[in-house]
Each structure stands twice: as structure tokens, then as C-alpha cells.
């Protein structure tokens, strides 16, 4: 009961599909005001669950409709206050999410808390996966953009696959809440298929040894 396969199924398709590039963590989101309304993220942490404000590349990213990337050879000196992966990792690559040419709808981020170099050829995947999860993205953004704050969190936790006592621990919730929780995302989202969340391969790089997870 209250679980979303489909979704599960385009969360565990995309990780796949990014396991070739060199990260440690990855947030796929969509465009919610100034803000970027995450979907999906390889980490389980509410920090990784809740909207955050674009960060400058990110913007810069979204405005030229093309892939951004951070390549640092040397460790930040003066990591930010609380240690912001975006701001303090040595490697970033932001893919705008989006039909080729369009205003893009959400972003793709990933990257690598070690010393890396993304390739050219790792910037064009990332740019063709972004086209690739664009449909995905415009049939949740609606529906995920009527829940709140929490029901946001619940859908999330649900795409990971997480039982109704699991997601009860994660958001502190007692069961008979967040059952309600639960069977109320289920019903506001059933309203996309799973032709709508299907994320296909691009043609992939090859993935060099020695760097990445």
C-alpha cells in the first residue's frame, strides 16, 4: 500500500545512467520560483529532500541552456560555513533539465567530493541525459508541485522504496499519520504513468577506472 513503483523504478534507471560519470552525489530537481524543488537524490537526508536556492552557477547554467561545470585542482582553503558540497567540492557539473533549445525546467546536479576532472565528453552526456529526463520532470513538476513541504519529502522517501514504518522514523511521524501522509501523495501522483517517468540511456561515455564512487 502507498507504493510508488513507477517512480522507484525512474530513481533507480537514473542512477544507472549516471553511474558512469565520476560523483558522489547527485540531485535531480525541477524549477519551483527561485528555488530548485528536488525529485530524486542519491542520498537519503532531509537536507537533500527540501528546496534550496540556485547557486550563481547553477543560474548561469539554466540561463545559457548548457552544461556548467566546476573543475578545481586544488582543495578549497576556505570551505563555506557548514560545508557546502555545491560550494566547497573540488568538482561540480550542472545540467540544465529540458527540450533542446527550450527554457530549461529543472537541473542536474553531480559531483565529486575528491579531485576529478569531467571530460568533455562527460559534459555532453550530462547534457544529453538532461534532455533525456526532461519528460520526466514536466509530467512531476505539476503534480509534485501541489504537495507540501513534508508530502514532498514522502514522495521522495517512497521512490527509494522505504516502508510506511521507515518513512515514520525518517520524518518522526506517528503511523497513522503518516499513513494518511503516504496514501495521500500515492493518490495525488498517481495521476502520472509510467510512460511519462521512463528514462532511457544516451549514449554513454566510457567510465575510467581509478576515480568516482
Known amino acids: ?3 510508488l513503483p513507477d517512480l522507484q523504478e525512474a530513481r533507480r534507471r537514473l542512477g544507472l545512467a549516471l553511474d558512469v ?5 547527485w540531485v535531480l530537481g525541477y524549477l519551483r520560483g527561485g528555488s530548485l524543488a528536488p525529485i530524486a537524490a542519491s542520498d ?3 537536507r537533500f529532500l527540501q528546496s534550496r536556492p540556485l547557486m550563481p552557477l547553477s543560474r548561469r ?3 545559457e541552456k548548457r552544461p556548467v561545470v566546476v573543475n578545481s585542482v586544488i582543495e578549497n582553503p576556505n570551505p563555506s560555513e557548514g560545508y557546502d558540497w ?18 530549461p525546467i529543472g537541473l542536474l546536479t553531480l559531483g ?7 571530460t568533455e565528453e ?22 509534485l508541485g501541489r504537495l507540501n513541504e513534508i508530502e514532498s519529502e514522502v514522495a521522495q522517501l517512497l521512490s527509494y522504496g522505504l516502508s510506511e514504518q521507515e518513512i515514520a522514523r525518517a520524518i518522526r511521524f506517528d503511523g497513522h499519520r503518516t499513513r494518511a501522509l503516504v496514501d ?8 502520472v504513468t509510467g510512460a511519462e517517468l521512463a528514462v532511457s540511456f544516451a549514449d554513454r561515455p566510457v567510465r575510467r577506472r581509478g576515480i568516482g564512487l
Open 86 to 103: 555545491e560550494l566547497d567540492w573540488p568538482a561540480i557539473l550542472y545540467a540544465p533539465v529540458g527540450e533542446e533549445g527550450q527554457r
Open 112 to 118: 565529486c567530493r575528491r579531485d576529478h576532472w569531467y
Open 122 to 143: 562527460d559534459v555532453d552526456y550530462a547534457g544529453r541525459l538532461g534532455v533525456t529526463v526532461a519528460p520526466m520532470v514536466a509530467a512531476l513538476r505539476g503534480p
Open 1 to 3: 500500500m502507498g507504493q
Open 184 to 191: 495521500g501523495v500515492t493518490r495525488k501522483l498517481k495521476v
Open 21 to 25: 560519470l565520476c560523483h558522489d552525489r
Open 61 to 63: 547554467a539554466l540561463f
Open 44 to 46: 537519503i537526508s532531509r
